[in-house]
């Protein structure tokens, strides 16, 4: 059975940084792609990164709201995605979640909650102006 477990979560001042893991469990890292979506109170499931695979090699994506400020670093020995946060503002306050797919293909929709497959409980991180 695969388990995605977050951590790294908290609370943080506005231009702090921050890293989130994202541990994958029962089965092998290997190029499946993987997502990360937050979702603040009252507000819809949003993309923020993703990390897909082609033959000629991973393609990582980024939203506007995001770009320039997060990275998604990987750790394959043991099986953790990373999300590396900088520049933290107020409005990234939201429950971060990561996702992965069953299968190992490509995802065009990688902004899309419904290709994921497989979600994590959530970590929550809280940026304070």
């Known amino acids: 059975q695969v388990q995605l477990v977050e951590s790294g979560g908290g609370l943080v001042q506005a231009g702090d940084s921050l890293r989130l893991s994202c541990t994958v469990s029962?089965?092998?890292?290997?190029?499946?792609?993987m997502g990360w979506f937050r979702q603040a109170p009252e507000k819809e499931r949003e993309f923020v990164g993703a990390?897909?695979?082609?033959?000629?090699?991973?393609?990582?994506y980024y939203a506007d709201s995001v770009k320039g400020r997060f990275t998604i670093p990987r750790d394959n020995a043991k099986n953790t995605v990373f999300l590396q946060m900088s520049s933290l503002k107020p409005e990234d306050t939201a429950v971060y979640y990561c996702?992965?797919?069953?299968?190992?293909?490509?995802?065009?929709?990688?902004?899309?909650?419904?290709?994921?497959?497989?979600w994590g409980q959530g970590t929550q991180v809280t940026v304070s102006s």
């Open positions: 990390i897909t695979f082609t033959w000629n090699g991973p393609f990582i």
């Open positions: 029962g089965r092998t890292f290997g190029t499946h792609p």
């Open positions: 996702a992965a797919t069953a299968s190992r293909n490509y995802i065009g929709r990688y902004y899309q909650t419904e290709s994921y497959d497989y």
